[in-house]
């Protein structure tokens, strides 16, 4: 039997990711309407190389998931379809459907032009390579007309 040393930290740290998850779903869900809305969780994670992004999108089709960047803003946006079985009673209903969207700021020397995705069992992965140029420089304007 392996003994894990408790931290307090980290388990304050996991019930605010909880907390904020579940406060972006319910404005998100507000936000929708009448339309059923659902928040697929995402794993952001920074490697040497690249900064990757997962998100889980089990039964959702790749023709219903959108991705945009707009300057540094990543945009993931879809649905899942509610799939129904006519006669049918359900008795119980806990997988959410509908529309979903999940912005994201990427940082500055995340390459947006050589960025890759892809989709596979249910997990969308989109890797944007580090930039080998600094995006944060200060240009100096000699000529000034």
């Known amino acids: 039997m392996t003994l894990n040393?408790?931290?307090?930290l980290r388990d304050l740290l996991n019930f605010q990711e909880r907390v904020s998850r579940l406060v972006a779903?319910?404005?998100?869900?507000?936000?929708?309407?009448?339309?059923?809305?659902?928040?697929p969780v995402v794993d952001m994670l920074e490697t040497p190389d690249s900064y990757v992004i997962n998100m889980e999108l089990p039964g959702v089709g790749k023709d219903n998931?959108?991705?945009e960047v707009r300057g540094r803003r990543l945009t993931i946006a879809g649905e899942r379809t509610e799939a129904t079985r006519e006669p049918a009673a359900y008795h119980t209903?806990?997988?959410?459907?509908?529309?979903?969207?999940?912005?994201?700021?990427?940082p500055a020397d995340a390459d947006v032009e050589d960025a890759e995705a892809k989709?596979?069992?249910?997990?969308?992965?989109?890797?944007?390579?580090?930039?080998?140029?600094?995006?944060?420089?200060?240009l100096t304007i000699v000529n000034l007309r």
């Open 5 to 8: 040393r408790w931290d307090p």
């Open 25 to 39: 779903a319910t404005s998100h869900e507000a936000s929708c309407g009448r339309r059923a809305c659902w928040c």
């Open 65 to 67: 998931i959108h991705i």
């Open 93 to 106: 209903v806990e997988r959410a459907h509908g529309a979903f969207e999940r912005s994201f700021e990427l």
């Open 119 to 138: 989709y596979v069992d249910g997990v969308l992965t989109i890797e944007f390579p580090k930039s080998s140029e600094d995006l944060g420089r200060v």
